[in-house]
């Protein structure tokens, strides 16, 4: 049995790839490698995983519907897809709209269509984002509240995303669950995300920007808790009519971010020069995850504080860049 995942080469997407490795099974990665940030981290992560077998590297584009249906052809023995790809980042969809349609929307339908071609294919699971919850009042963020008042555009694809699952599922009867992640940190992360940016920053000497005054809070949740509860995601084919599910993976503690940088100091053994800063367009100022369903349906728990987490990302830092 083939288990497929998409954006094998960015941070979740590796993770859950060596995850369903360690378990024996055999992994299609799915990766356009495209230079949103340093190719080269990609590239070290593919690396990694071609070192397991069996494992194997497709460099392409998943919204290109002609590669995906010449690949369906190539792996009739698939019977998940973990659909990670998506292009991230919510200030940079301010600046480029197209590419988050393209990728997250069309993306999302030419991966449903090629799960229509796979002959063994029984579970379609995809990631969604905490931040189709927009600003809301209500805490913590429940999969049972109204999703429909997006802040960014890149939450507007994500919550769309869902909709197009719900509706295949409706319509080809595709099993279908989506994953909320909340604010994923830890080693192989992204360098556009805060754990990556202020760790940098303050090993270099540099400054950093805290928005709104470091008031924000997320609910930071570590890689290796997002993986348990993608793999056991695959696990529990929804059955419901439709067969689509949608669950929150978040780490059920939100964080003040300036309590996040005071653990990134901890770790590193060095004082942040910290500037404020406005909040920025399109940011929400709280994530905080309801993961009573989680836990109940996918036995999800996470159980790494970022007292344990930022360390081990620190770790990994020093190491990677030789620091």
Not at 264 to 293: C, L, N, S
Request: proline share 6%; hydrophobic share 40%.
């Amino acid at each position: 049995m083939t288990v497929l995942v998409t954006g094998a080469a960015g941070f979740i997407g590796f993770h859950v790839a060596q995850r369903f490795l360690a378990e024996g099974r055999s992994v299609v990665g799915v990766d356009n490698l495209n230079d949103y940030y340093d190719v080269g981290l990609k590239e070290a992560r593919v690396a990694v995983l071609t070192q397991h077998r069996p494992f194997r590297f497709v460099r392409a584009n998943i919204a290109d519907r002609d590669a995906m249906t010449a690949l369906a052809g190539q792996i009739p023995e698939t019977t998940e897809i973990v659909h990670l790809a998506a292009q991230a980042g919510v200030r940079h969809s301010l600046a480029n709209p197209y590419v988050y349609v393209e990728s997250n929307v069309m993306g999302q339908v030419v991966m449903l269509e090629l799960y229509r071609l796979l002959p063994k294919a029984r579970h379609f699971v995809y990631a969604s984002s905490s931040s189709v919850y927009g600003n809301s009042d209500k805490i913590p963020f429940s999969i049972d509240d109204r999703a429909d008042t997006p802040i960014s555009l890149y939450a507007a694809t994500k919550r769309a995303d869902e909709l197009i699952a719900h509706t295949y599922a409706h319509l080809y009867h595709i099993p279908a669950t989506g994953l909320r992640f909340f604010t994923v940190y830890g080693p192989w992360g992204r360098p556009d995300m805060a754990a990556f940016i202020f760790t940098k920053a303050i090993l270099t000497g540099e400054p950093i920007q805290l928005f709104n005054a470091g008031a924000m809070e997320r609910d930071f949740t570590y890689i290796d808790d997002i993986v348990t509860g993608v793999v056991n995601a695959t696990r529990r084919v929804p059955d419901g009519s439709p067969p689509h599910s949608l669950y929150n993976l978040g780490n059920n503690q939100p964080e003040k971010l300036g309590d996040f940088v005071a653990a990134i100091e901890v770790a590193a053994g060095r004082k942040a020069t910290v500037i404020p800063a406005p909040m920025q367009p399109g940011d929400v100022t709280r994530t905080f995850a309801d993961i009573e369903a989680s836990r109940r349906d996918l036995g999800y728990s996470p159980s790494t504080p970022i007292s344990e987490g930022v360390p081990r990302f620190v770790r990994w830092y020093r190491q990677h860049y030789c620091l």
